[in-house]
């Protein structure tokens, strides 16, 4: 249908097609163009074919018709007495409200003080919905990175907003302890820097559970990862605690290596069969994001062979879990009394900034049962003994504090599709939740826990009980997270739902990407972040590649404050397309979403 | 005997209230209800001669006399507004707004007002407003004239399309000898429907387009059809009740199969089947349509013709539809009630409703925010197709069919338009896609 005035001003770059027969004399309006939303429904439909030659709405707004033309037509120069040419420099010029989306060539080249007025275009992509949303974020003032920038002055949302009174509820202070070397030996003890395992531990540790029936050690340098790996079940750095509780006091962190568990059953059947990550490591996982092994980590790998066919069970997969966190009891008894070198100190506070927007991260997290588990608060950082599994819990929201999530609150039990699941290495150092929690022009009042049930009427049910505990903590706004792809979306959607039919403004971060036709939608998901960094938009099968990533997490927050500020956020295209996201990362100043090609082109 | 019945209700306003008993003998002309007190509606008068057998809150119904006259009780003398308020009439285009009300307040001077003949026709079939142009244009002018004079209107426009030569030609010529102090002009239409939509004649010829819940005064015009202005003449210089309508007869009739009768002075009160018969009887039919095909609406034998009844039709069988059907409702044609009554006649469910996003709700109807031209209706088609309909059934004027044309068919979804049974009961070309014509 044809545009109104203001819809037009959104698609000034997209092509101009007549949205209905006009004749000749015609002084071309808004009224006479078909909207560009709809047109990758007409192309799919066979009822519109755009062409190079076409122009676009801003170069025909105004000309004159000079010949009579059919109904959804693109239009071209030899119909109109005149184009308006656009510059280059008229482009980039701050129209005020409704540049579209030209992002990429403008952001870069235009210094950033420039941007004010300019929009942030942040996409996602999928089609319904959910899918393909692209969001054009006009940003009144400044670039509003995340605090740690200190680029910009206070952004948008909080140039309005009073900036909140810092009031410290507790630190935690994270050592991070310099480890150069593993090795499997006669003993566990760390010495210089050098953690050596005992090789027999591995019998020890088989026997805490029934289900495990084998378990095998060995250490993959940073030089040696083309190596073949079974499904890549975890990876879990090596914390503990040596004063306080989990999110208060000491927490020392080796620094430098993290376990990395594999498994299979009796059979050798990948216990993530289908879905698994099998393969060489170097091309199975994404080095360097934040629940994956960084490039320079030593990796200790546990691999373990659990009961057959016990792979798609809950006991099965746990098992493997528990008897690998024996063995890293075992290292992190010997890091409490380790004292070598501290590479890092980092203070994480949990704190409240009165006046500002109340904000709370809501993560959707597997509960469906089999391996979708986690296991919430263990004794441990990242431990799995101490802890109350997700599932047995009902699924419920848990709230945790940003310091308790930051002090290894969450055992992660990843599943099938490791690309879009969060390992337990993520939560330790979730972007979102540094993001948020250092946010001096937000007040993040905790990070609520939510686990996906298997069965549609659960997940309505713990989806009902979120949308009570939102309303009742009295947000400004929320960011809500999924991981995975499909069924869990079905959760996620009624979180959206639950927040935005309150009022309170939402955000939604999720892996969509491509087949986001499949994910549904509903009237709230308006905000939405993609994960995805798949060249072909899929879910690859390597692990922790479509995650939350720091340039996820600063869109995510940038989008929520320009949300929570009334400031317009631009629906995105109907396709997936990256360059919308890079358009919103060229904006924040972020650095570009680069794809993986892992073979799911199309 | 023949019964005429006279319903209450024959237009815009309150009912009328039956000013006779049963029993009473009364005489063509004469006045049997009357404008409820201080309120708006209209009179109704007998157009025969007879005994009035019963009257309810409905409908006076009276008997007619074996013998019948052409002459009538006049109405009493008076001022032109007086005798036209006691005249019964009401706006003859369809809408039967009662014309004493319309033309109750004069244009101030300086506001330079103008009345406007509405002489579009614009609904196919229909063509007695047509033909009374070409046969008494003087008539039509005359009546133009005293419509001005009790405006106190600066100018008059009849607006008619440029395809009715002779009947544009007729006018030229009664113009020649047209007195009148005011300047009066034709104004040439194209041939679209629907250019007789009353804010559409008014953007035509005054180049001013009213918001959809306007009318024609908030732009200094009083807009008439060709029926009223001669019949304003007939009350004011001759007297004359609105006792007796001009009509289009057609479609599916035995003697005359396919073809368009125009009759005059119908007696208002007559039934349907009385008219059918008059004009050789019925042939197989699908419905009969009162009204044109546009905007017409489903009526029965039985039924009478009142003073807004322009066309009789009798459409062409319906052919079993397909099995799911999403409508396209316009403000311009078939209201959502009517094609859903359409849909059911074709055996078709209906899977999928959706507006033109032109039809704003006004008061108890629905008017379109630019006549004619059409705001593109491919999203609607889309929605329509993912409804899961196979085919769309649409009452669109031409441009906007247009446009329906331009892509429903190349989705696999064949059009049907709410006219189309009438259409082809006269061998009319359906209202489909608009051809181009050559440039002239």
């Known amino acids: 249908m044809s545009m109104t005035k203001e819809m037009a001003q959104q698609h000034l770059k997209d092509p101009a097609v007549f949205c209905c027969r006009r004749q000749k004399g015609l002084v071309i309006s808004e009224a006479d163009l078909e909207d560009p939303d709809i047109f990758d429904d007409m192309e799919e439909a066979g009822l519109l074919k755009l062409s190079d030659d076409g122009l676009t709405v801003e170069q025909v707004l105004g000309s004159t018709l000079t010949k009579d033309v059919e109904a959804l037509t693109p239009i071209t120069k030899d119909v109109l007495d005149h184009v308006h040419e656009v510059s280059t420099e008229d482009k980039k010029a701050p129209a005020a409200s409704a540049e579209p989306s030209v992002p990429a060539e403008t952001a870069k080249t235009v210094p950033q003080a420039s941007i004010d007025n300019g929009v942030l275009h942040i996409h996602i992509d999928q089609a319904e919905k959910l899918s393909g949303f692209t969001l054009d974020i006009p940003l009144p003032k400044g670039p509003g990175l995340p605090p740690v920038s200190a680029a910009g002055p206070a952004s948008a949302a909080s140039a309005a907003a009073p900036t909140g009174k810092k009031k410290v509820i507790r630190t935690l202070v994270k050592k991070h302890m310099k480890i150069t070397d593993v090795v499997i030996g006669d003993e566990t003890k760390i010495e210089n820097g050098t953690i050596t395992i005992d090789g027999s531990i591995v019998e020890k540790a088989v026997k805490e559970d029934p289900l495990c029936k084998s378990l095998a050690l060995d250490v993959i340098k940073p030089d040696q990862r083309h190596v073949y790996t079974n499904t890549i079940m975890d990876v879990c750095p090596i914390a503990t605690k040596v004063e306080g509780e989990l999110g208060e006091g000491v927490t020392k962190v080796a620094d430098g290596v993290v376990f990395m568990l594999t498994g299979v059953d009796e059979d050798g059947v990948q216990v993530h069969e289908f879905g698994s990550s099998e393969g060489y490591l170097d091309e199975k996982m994404y080095f360097g994001h934040p629940g994956c092994a960084d490039k320079n980590d030593i990796i200790i790998r546990c691999h373990a062979v659990i009961a057959r066919k016990s792979g798609m069970t809950r006991p099965g997969p746990f098992a493997a879990h528990k008897c690998e966190d024996y063995i890293i009891q075992a290292v992190r008894d010997q890091l409490k009394k380790y004292d070598g070198e501290v590479v890092r100190e980092e203070l994480c506070e949990d704190c409240r900034r009165e006046g500002n927007p109340r904000v709370v991260l809501v993560k959707e997290i597997m509960g469906q049962g089999a391996m979708h588990d986690n296991v919430i608060c263990p004794t441990e950082p990242c431990g799995v003994k101490g802890g109350q599994k997700n599932v047995d819990c009902g699924n419920v929201p848990i709230m945790l504090t940003p310091n308790q999530v930051r002090d290894g609150s969450i055992h992660a039990l990843t599943c099938i599709g490791p690309a879009t699941k969060e390992m337990t290495r993520h939560y330790i150092r979730e972007p979102l939740v540094e993001g948020l929690a250092a946010d001096p022009e937000l007040d993040l009042i905790g990070v609520v826990f939510v686990g996906s049930p298997q069965v549609n009427d659960e997940k309505m049910w713990v989806s009902e009980r979120l949308g009570t505990l939102l309303e009742t903590l009295d947000i400004d706004g929320c960011i809500i997270t999924t991981e995975g792809f499909g069924n869990n979306h079905i959760d996620f959607i009624q979180h959206i739902g639950q927040a935005g039919k309150r009022g309170i403004p939402v955000v939604g971060v999720s892996f969509c990407a491509y087949q986001g036709q499949l994910v549904v939608g509903n009237k709230y998901a308006t905000a939405m972040v993609e994960e995805n960094m798949d060249a072909g938009g899929f879910e690859n099968n390597i692990a922790g590649c479509s995650c939350v990533t720091p340039e996820v997490a600063a869109r995510a927050i940038q989008m929520l404050k320009n949300k929570m500020a009334g400031v317009e956020v631009k629906p995105a295209p109907k396709k997936w397309n990256n360059a919308v996201i890079n358009a919103n990362n060229d904006l924040l100043g972020l650095s570009e979403t680069v794809l993986v090609d892992s073979g799911t082109l199309h | ?440």
């Open chain 2, 1 to 440: 005997m023949p019964e005429y019945i006279f319903p209450l209700r024959q237009g815009v306003g309150a009912p009328s209230v039956p000013c006779v008993k049963e029993g009473e003998t009364v005489r063509r002309g004469q006045r049997i209800a009357d404008i409820p007190e201080g309120k708006l509606g209209s009179a109704i008068h007998t157009s025969v001669s007879g005994i009035v057998r019963a009257v309810t809150d409905e409908a006076v119904r009276i008997e007619a006399a074996a013998e019948q006259t052409k002459d009538y009780v006049p109405l009493e003398n008076a001022d032109p507004l007086s005798m036209i308020r006691a005249s019964g009439l009401v706006g003859l285009g369809g809408a039967g707004f009662p014309v004493w009300a319309k033309l109750g307040k004069p244009f101030a001077p300086e506001k330079k007002g103008c009345v406007i003949i509405n002489a579009a026709e614009c609904e196919p079939i229909l063509s007695h407003n047509i033909d009374s142009v070409e046969k008494r244009p003087e008539d039509v002018l005359r009546g133009l004239a005293i419509e001005m004079d009790v405006m106190h209107a600066a100018r008059g426009f009849i607006a008619i399309k440029k395809k009715h030569t002779a009947a544009v030609a007729a006018l030229q010529k009664a113009l020649a000898a047209y007195t009148g102090e005011k300047p009066v002009n034709i104004h040439l239409l194209p041939d679209m429907y629907p250019m007789g939509e009353e804010r559409a004649i008014v953007r035509e010829v005054l180049g001013e387009l009213l918001p959809p819940d306007a009318i024609p005064l908030a732009a200094g015009a009083v807009v008439s059809n060709v029926e009223t202005a001669v019949r304003i003449h007939e009350a004011v210089d001759l007297g004359k009740p609105m006792i007796d309508k001009d009509l289009t007869v057609a479609g599916k009739l035995k003697t005359h199969p396919g073809e368009t009768i125009v009759m005059h002075d119908v007696p208002v009160g007559i039934s349907v089947g009385d008219i059918f018969q008059m004009n050789g009887g019925l042939d197989e039919y699908g419905e009969l349509v009162m009204g044109g095909p546009f905007t017409g609406h489903r009526t029965e034998i039985k039924d009478p013709v009142i003073k807004t009844t322009g066309g009789l039709i009798a459409a062409e069988c319906f052919p079993k539809g397909p099995e799911k059907i999403g409508l396209l409702v316009c403000a311009c044609g078939a209201s959502e009630e009517r094609m859903k009554e359409l849909a059911a006649s074709y055996g078709s469910e209906v899977v999928d409703i959706e507006y033109c996003k032109q039809a704003m709700p006004v008061r108890n109807t629905r008017k379109c925010l630019n006549p004619g031209k059409c705001p593109g209706q491919v999203a609607k088609v889309l929605a329509i197709r993912k409804a899961g309909a196979g085919a769309i059934l649409i009452g669109n004027c031409s441009d906007c069919t247009n446009t329906v044309m331009s892509c429903a068919p190349q989705l696999g979804l064949p059009v049907y338009h709410s006219t189309d049974l009438a259409l082809r009961a006269v061998n009319h070309k359906l209202i489909r896609k608009i051809h181009i014509a050559p440039e002239s």
